[in-house]
T-cell receptor, first 116, second 109 residues
Framework: EAGVTQFPSHSVIEKGQTVTLRCDPI?????LYWYRRVMGKEIKFLLHFVKESKQDESGMPNNRFLAERTGGTYSTLKVQPAELEDSGVYFC??????????????FGEGSRLTVL | EDKVVQSPLSLVVHEGDTVTLNCSYE??????LLWYKQEKKAPTFLFMLTSSGIEKKSGRLSSILDKKELFSILNITATQTGDSAVYLCAAGRTYKYIFGTGTRLKVLA
């Protein structure tokens, strides 16, 4: 069974440019999450999808970040325009849980974003 | 504000030693706590804990949760060099997990 896959593994862009990160969750997992780790800090929650619906986007830093999950399968996270402080590793995770909590999260390898 | 604190930040031991990693949490409406091992890229799942006092075991690793004192520990016995990694703890309510900064464990041969 394929795990959570993310693309690209590393992206280097200049300040002001746009970057789109993609995540393919484990097949059949309705729950998809984006987390981010900036250097030296803990992994932080960005948002949670159930199928194509955003359930919680309380962790999104600002309106330069846009996440979508059209059709309830893969998800994209777009940063436009990118700023220096957006540099970090963006993790995607998925879970199967249908109960009152997320249960086990399965993580991808992350997309490292470097903004120069 | 919700927070998770892990200690120690880093640890160096020799093969065969036993280690205990700590995770304390303050999370509103706490539901579950997860432990992960991160070697290079993707964090890999170790344990999910939801009930106090029930030990989870997997080989040389074990973990327990104390919901009264708001902490969890992860024990690794007879450590091996392959146990070298960052160990992450995450405490969650519903679908949102709060992560600690991790404990970096290095096991020397």
């Amino acid at each position: 069974e394929a795990g959570v896959t993310q693309f690209p593994s590393h992206s280097v862009i200049e300040k002001g440019q746009t970057v789109t990160l993609r995540c393919d969750p484990i097949s059949g997992h309705d729950n998809l999450y984006w987390y981010r780790r900036v250097m030296g800090k803990e992994i932080k929650f960005l948002l949670h999808f159930v199928k194509e619906s955003k359930q919680d986007e309380s962790g999104m830093p600002n309106n330069r970040f846009l996440a979508e999950r059209t059709g309830g399968t893969y998800s994209t996270l777009k940063v436009q325009p990118a700023e220096l402080e957006d540099s970090g590793v963006y993790f995607c995770a998925s879970s199967l849980a249908t109960g009152p909590w997320a249960g086990e999260l399965f993580f991808g390898e992350g997309s490292r974003l470097t903004v120069l | 504000e919700d927070k998770v604190v892990q200690s120690p930040l880093s640890l160096v031991v020799h093969e065969g030693d036993t280690v205990t990693l700590n995770c304390s949490y303050e999370v509103t409406n706490f539901r579950s706590l997860l432990w992960y091992k991160q070697e290079k890229k993707a964090p890999t799942f170790l344990f999910m804990l939801t009930s106090s006092g029930i030990e989870k075991k997997s080989g040389r690793l074990s973990s327990i949760l104390d919901k009264k004192e708001l902490f969890s520990i992860l024990n690794i016995t007879a450590t091996q060099t392959g146990d070298s990694a960052v160990y992450l703890c995450a405490a969650g309510r519903t679908y949102k997990y709060i992560f600690g900064t991790g404990t970096r464990l290095k096991v020397l041969a």
